[in-house]
């Protein structure tokens, strides 16, 4: 696949990759049990922030299995807003998305218009065919932007995972490279 080439920006973000002034902000959202409740593990310690971040910050994307997590800012102001999440799934073309918003960055859009700036560099650049992306069926907010995004809902998994002491639903939405250059017409 081609590098990666950062920063991108959009309309009102800039992505970008991770640095360590990164942490304060990142450990206040993730640290909160809101922001966990639909992502694997437990709210966030400092120490494990620490860990992310850097390993964030580091990323490599040469292989199958390989991810990028990229920090979020608004273009006309610094601070980290959230994240945003691109995978290089085994298989020809596959990819998955995933994000989080810090709480004051959410019901903004900002999540969608970086979203779909990761499904252009996932089907642009790095020539995928196929992104999907997973959630727990009770995290509406995920599922709409997901729809917001033009994902099909492709399957409803009942009690896929337990976590977080229940048994949760997975719901996949899927969005193929045609029908995200279609939608841009
Ligand atoms: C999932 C998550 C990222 C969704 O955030 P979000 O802000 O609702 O998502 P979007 O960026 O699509 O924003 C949509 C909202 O912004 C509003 N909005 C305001 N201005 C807008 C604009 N210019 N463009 C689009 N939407 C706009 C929309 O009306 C919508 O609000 P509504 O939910 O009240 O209808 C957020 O809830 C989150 O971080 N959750 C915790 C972590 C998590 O669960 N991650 C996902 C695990 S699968």
């Given at each position: ?16 990759r ?81 994000w989080s ?66 048994w ?18």
């Amino acid at each position: 696949m081609p590098e990666i080439t950062l920063p991108i920006r959009t309309e009102r973000l800039i992505l970008r990759r991770f640095e360590g002034a990164d942490l304060d902000a990142f450990h206040a959202y993730h640290s909160l049990p809101e922001t966990a409740r639909f992502l694997p593990g437990e709210a966030k310690s400092y120490t494990k922030c620490m860990e992310s971040v850097g390993k964030y910050a580091n990323f490599v994307f040469e292989k199958e299995g390989d991810w990028i997590c990229l920090a979020l800012e608004a273009v006309d102001g610094p601070g980290l807003l959230g994240e945003v999440v691109l995978k290089w799934l085994p298989g020809s073309g596959q990819g998955e998305v995933g994000w989080s918003l810090a709480p004051a960055a959410r019901g903004k859009g900002y999540g969608a218009e970086a979203a779909d700036a990761v499904l252009k560099l996932g089907f642009e650049e790095l020539g995928m065919h196929r992104i999907e992306g997973k959630l727990d069926a009770l995290n509406t907010a995920s599922a709409a932007l997901c729809e917001r995004l033009g994902m099909r809902l492709e399957a409803r998994l009942v009690d896929k995972w337990h976590y977080k002491g229940q048994w949760a639903t997975e719901l996949m939405y899927a969005i193929l490279e045609d029908e995200w250059r279609a939608r841009r017409r």
